[in-house]
């Protein structure tokens, strides 16, 4: 009797298995289904249901993770060679993960393939947490990225697309995202293509490799599940010389969506034109970490470095210290005073013209005004002819023509001395921040580390020493407690930096 209950509860047992198996795609159907087809040249509708009905992304969420990293990048905060200290909330994230575990370090190229190839939540997390400093903050900036975008019914919550109330996006803005991601980041499309990649601590398969093997001329770009989205995916394809791009949300299952992609693409490809001129998506405006929304650690990302070099203001030297000061104006007065009836007499003479005859044609000019007011061409040249002058008042006997006469002048006061401040002051370490194999690595691995610890390498200078064993990196002319400071707050940052003493 014991062993016919112990079968009976087995046997309920497996029922209730067979129940929840066969409801699960029925739970995964009850998601509303929306779609969206759009000849990628030209950004043209072919198709569209539901298009605009808000809905849960599941994993598609990373692909605006992926732009803003992207973008991120491009702009110089920070680099895909950035190693990022994994959080504990990160490394608890649930699958799909990588694995990784807190305070494991990794650089951000394998986060980055992680969350593109394998859909790693762990990785989409690290990523926004390594760009903005917390995922809130990181969320704030893909919800400004997505208006620049054109999203308008778009709101992002977390980097990864778990099911979060109020985290909800709609087939037509991720198929504009979708857009975005292939003419904005060309260099990085490719990702969404590998059957399988390198993840830094092993390698992973894409979750969209069944399409990506089906369909012809498919190369991208993401999937995505939970219950409460059920299967969605936003795919690309490339025949000839048209691409289209179709989104699905709330699939079935893995193959029944891939069925109604496909389905959607032949329709796509059908009702695009054979040819058609590129018209791609504008740049959005640039939306970076703004605000409260900057790296809350040390090292959690770089700055975006402006330089003003446009001159605002000009002033005169002052003049030498004990420089005699000269009359200069006066003297040039009456200089030119004196001479104007001289000039008068060489231009006549250039002109071949008599000068009794000249003379008498100016004389009466010279004796109504004493300003010359007219530009004439005389023998091929501009000559300032005086339309009239008198002759001049006498010159006031104080005023000495330097150049006619000299006269004792009082000893100028003794000169005050201006010695050049010590540079050194105490500046007497360094630091070294690598050794490369060329000048250019060393230079640029000096700039990179200048715009990246501002703060404290403001002061030092940049210097390239070759030695024996490559080309060292340094930073000179710092003092003891700048060079400590700096190394330390580099090393925070998992950058190599050593303190070089006095020698």
């Known amino acids: 009797m014991t062993r016919f209950k112990q079968l009976a509860r087995f046997g309920l ?13 029925m739970r995964a159907h009850a998601a509303p289904y929306a779609a969206m087809v759009i000849d990628a040249r030209t950004g043209k509708v072919l198709h569209a249901r539901n298009a605009d009905t808000r809905l849960h992304p599941a994993s598609l969420t990373k692909m605006m993770t992926l732009y803003v990293a992207f973008e991120a990048i491009k702009h ?23 694995g990784l575990r807190a305070g494991q370090k990794i650089k951000l190229r394998y986060l980055i393939r992680a969350a593109a190839v394998k859909s790693a939540n762990d990785a989409a ?22 208006k620049a975008l054109g999203m308008t019914r778009t709101h992002f919550k977390n980097a990864h697309g778990l099911t979060e109330s109020g985290h909800l996006s709609t087939a037509r803005d991720m198929t504009t995202l979708g857009r975005h991601i292939f003419y904005d980041h060309p260099d ?4 969404f293509s ?68 496909a ?37 959690a990302a770089g700055k975006t470095i402006r330089l003003i070099t446009a001159v605002k203001r000009s002033p005169r030297p002052a ?11 006066d003297t040039q007065l009456a200089s030119l005073t004196d001479s104007i009836k001289d000039a008068v007499v060489a231009v006549t003479e250039d002109a071949s013209v008599p000068p009794e005859a000249e003379a008498v044609a100016l004389a009466p000019a010279i004796e109504t005004s004493p300003v010359p007011t007219a530009i004439q061409p005389f023998g091929g040249e501009a000559t300032v002819i005086p339309a009239a002058m008198s002759s001049p008042p006498p010159r006031p006997a104080a005023i000495i023509l330097t150049s006619l006469e000299t006269t004792a002048q009082p000893a100028p006061a003794a000169p005050e001395i201006v010695t050049r401040m010590s540079t050194s002051g105490g500046r007497h370490y360094a630091i070294n921040v690598g050794v490369l194999g060329s000048r250019y690595q060393a230079e640029r691995r000096l700039l990179k580390t200048a715009l990246r610890e501002i703060d404290t390498l403001d002061e030092a200078l940049r210097k390239v020493v070759k030695r024996s064993d490559g080309w060292h990196a340094n930073f000179v002319s710092m003092t003891q407690e700048q060079a400590d400071l700096a190394c330390r707050r580099l090393n925070a940052r998992n950058t190599r930096c050593k303190v070089i003493g006095p020698s």
């Open 194 to 261: 590998r059957r399988s990649t390198d993840a830094g601590v092993k390698a992973v398969n894409n979750t969209n490799r069944r399409f990506l093997n089906s369909y012809k001329g498919a190369d991208g770009i993401k999937t995505g599940y939970t219950n409460a989205a059920g299967f969605n995916l936003v795919a690309s394809a490339e025949r000839g010389q048209e691409r289209i791009i179709t989104t699905v949300f709330g699939g079935r299952s893995t193959a029944s969506r891939n069925a109604k992609v």
């Open 263 to 299: 389905e959607l693409m032949d329709l796509g490809f059908r009702r695009a034109p054979s040819h058609a001129a590129v018209r791609k998506p504008a740049l959005p405006v640039y939306a970076g970490n703004v605000g409260g929304d900057i790296p809350a650690e040390p090292g």
């Open 125 to 146: 997390t690290a990523i926004g947490e390594a760009i903005s400093g917390s995922e809130a903050a990181f969320a704030r900036r893909m919800n400004r990225t997505a």
């Open 319 to 329: 003049p030498r210290p004990g420089a005699a000061q000269e009359p200069v104006i």
């Open 76 to 98: 110089g905060e920070i680099s895909a060679d950035t190693v990022v200290t994994i959080s504990a909330k990160a490394a608890s994230e649930p699958p799909s993960k990588l």
């Open 188 to 191: 990085y499309y490719n990702l």
């Open 13 to 25: 047992f497996l029922a209730v298995i067979g129940c929840l198996v066969a409801l699960a795609p």
